[in-house]
């Protein structure tokens, strides 16, 4: 039996990534003069996953792993041009609009109808504010809640908070690392919807990951199908039916 299903944000009702990848695109060519795009990409990768632990999770975080990354790759001098770049990089993506996935409203309207629908998403709150608002979708969910990380205490803290039973509790979202593995650690129930864009922070090999039970969907409008389904089992297991 299911009472409460949660959804992610980011790119699992819209996209985020992609907005991401394009400006890393940008910000290879601006150094590219003297170093390849792998040699940019990989050294960004690896500021911005150090830096999570500092900084947290959103865009303020990226621009400052950008700067970091010029200043090592460019031996500690950054020309003001290519910190205006990086402002005007960060600038795009905060001016980009956010567009709900197809099926996202429909299935929030129907499962909304029977299910208290949760959102929860990490990340910098005025960032995620202003996705959510401009997402429109705000007014299918009963609570929102904006969290510095995912994890197995994160989630019982807010489990315990609303008063839900885990094992009547299920997590939709696209990472197998923060909206999966924390959720069945702690016997709640998860679908994992993959997404073509994720950020590598977040990746983690599938068949490792399944130390619990959960559901994976190709996409929003399967989810439907998938929990009336679910709500005629007994027993939640790993495979899709």
Known sequence: MIDVIAFDADDTLW???GFYIQAKERFKRLLAENHTPEQVER???EIEVHNVEFYGYGLKSFMLSMIETSAQLRGGQIESGIIQEIISIGKQILMTEVQPFEYAEAV???LSQSYRLMLITKG???EQERKIKQSDLSRYFYTIDIISEKSSESYRALLDKYRIDPGRFLMVGNSIRSDILPVIRIGGKAVYIPYEHTW???MIDEPLA???AYYKVANLGELVGL???LETRD???KDNP
């Open 43 to 45: 050294r960004l990768d």
């Open 227 to 229: 929990v009336k389904r």
């Open 210 to 212: 399944q130390e619990g």
């Open 15 to 17: 996209d985020n990534e």
């Open 108 to 110: 929030l309207t129907e």
């Open 235 to 237: 027993t939640f297991g």
């Open 124 to 126: 910098d709150t005025f």
């Open 200 to 202: 590598s922070h977040e």
